[in-house]
Nanobody
Framework: QVQLAESGGGLVQAGGSLRVSCAASERTFIMAWFRQAPGKERAFVAGIRWNSASTWYADSVKGRFTISGENAKNTVFLRMDTLKLEDSAVYYC?????????????????WGQGTQVTVSS
């Protein structure tokens, strides 16, 4: 059972930046970030494939968010720049043993507990 632990959430002003981290207990093929705002479905944000470091993003965050990984520590980061009020959500780390650049929630078998990101005006 892969265990994921997120950290780094918090309160930030609109236009600011924040980085969240996710440490995995063991390596999987891909890792991703999802987010869920109150009353909304959990939605894909960004993904990364370990063996090639290729990445993919939701249209809503392209150009503002960057996903990266540190191989030696099985840790994935999500750097969030130019944050908007609508980026406020609980951010979840997810992992899967597939090579496809999947974005659906059901494609990911392992999940962290989530970390709150709040963007204020």
């Amino acid at each position: 059972q892969v265990q994921l632990a997120e950290s780094g959430g918090g309160l930030v002003q609109a236009g600011g930046s924040l980085r969240v981290s996710c440490a995995a207990s063991e390596r999987t093929f891909i890792m991703a970030w999802f987010r869920q705002a109150p009353g909304k479905e959990r939605a894909f944000v960004a993904g990364i494939r370990w063996n090639s470091a290729s990445t993919w993003y939701a249209d809503s965050v392209k150009g503002r968010f960057t996903i990266s990984g540190e191989n030696a520590k099985n840790t994935v980061f999500l750097r969030m720049d130019t944050l908007k009020l609508e980026d406020s959500a609980v951010y979840y780390c997810a992992a899967a043993n597939t090579l496809a650049k999947v974005t659906a929630r059901f494609d990911y078998a392992y999940w962290g507990q989530g970390t709150q990101v709040t963007v204020s005006s």
